[in-house]
């Protein structure tokens, strides 16, 4: 998982190839990382509350110390909310973010 850099001239970069893609890990993890934003969208306001509740839900049976803020929006589109989910740290937000396929 990590590459071997015997230059000791240059630094070496620990990558995840794990998902069949090369990323710095640093890139992708960050200590302040602990904010998840889900936009909903649907035709009627009941459908958009009803789902935006299942995620708010799971992240309150698994992490019950989240932060949630909803903003309910209007527009030629449908009914909109911006679920914002705020973590106690970014290792929960993660933990969540890997399990949303579940939901």
Do not use: W
Request: glycine letters at 4%; proline letters at 3%; hydrophobic letters at 40%.
């Amino acid at each position: 998982m990590s590459q071997e850099n015997n230059n000791p001239n240059e630094t070496t970069v620990d990558v995840c190839e794990a998902c069949g893609s090369i990323v710095e890990l640093g890139s992708v993890i960050s200590d302040d990382d602990d904010v998840l934003v889900l936009p909903f969208t649907g035709a009627d306001k009941a459908s958009v509350e009803q789902l935006a509740q299942k995620y708010i839900d799971a992240a309150k049976a698994r992490f019950p110390e989240v932060v949630v803020n909803k903003e309910a929006s209007t527009d030629a589109d449908g009914e909109h909310i911006n679920l914002t989910l705020t973590f106690d740290c970014t290792a929960e937000k993660l933990i969540f973010e890997m399990g949303l396929s579940a939901i």
